[in-house]
């Protein structure tokens, strides 16, 4: 018989990669959105894992939740990108690429393997160039472009699906 301890581990090992994306969510005031989605995730499943039902809920965890780093480096030892795969190997969760230099060119945040919330492309230099709204991976909702010079906005521009919402002038 499996000990109520080894059946605890997976809802452990979850709840602490929520929190990680928590305080992640938290550093960047791009990703409010995500921040109180992965924080009513972590108050759900902490208020489970003294329930019984937190046995059933672990082992589907386990199942569909484990999550895989993936990093890739440039030669000079500079990373080129971060994120984690789920158990299909599909991005999941945060992506981030960055330029050779060290500096962030895109973060991207993943579900089952689509583009899913506030994707930002950055100039090489650090400041924002893009911001992006998608939803199962499907642009939705504005799509705003700035300048190189920090956050001056030159252009808004609406999307539902692939479809542009207003003439743009």
């Not at 208020?47 to 993936?70: D, G, K, R």
């Not at 650090?126 to 956050?151: A, H, L, V």
Request: with cysteine.
């Amino acid at each position: 018989m499996e000990s109520n301890n080894s059946k605890q581990r997976p809802m452990k090992q979850y709840l602490e990669w929520l929190e990680k994306q928590i305080d992640f969510c938290l550093e960047d005031k791009t990703m409010q959105r995500e921040h109180w989605a992965f924080c009513r995730a972590y108050e759900k499943f902490k208020s489970l894992e003294t329930t019984t039902e937190s046995e059933e809920l672990t082992s589907h965890i386990a199942e569909s939740e484990e999550l895989t780093p993936h990093i890739e480096y440039y030669d000079n030892g500079n990373v080129r990108i971060k994120g984690q795969n789920n158990s299909k190997g599909q991005r999941e969760g945060i992506w981030e690429f960055f330029y050779e230099n060290g500096n962030i060119q895109k973060r991207s945040p993943y579900k089952e393997g689509r583009r899913d919330g506030i994707e930002e492309i950055f100039y090489e230099n650090g400041n924002i160039e893009c911001r992006t709204s998608y939803e199962k991976g499907i642009w939705n909702g504005d799509e705003e472009r700035f300048y190189s010079n920090p956050g001056n906005i030159r252009i808004r521009i609406p999307y539902k699906g692939t479809h542009l919402l207003r003439e743009i002038s």
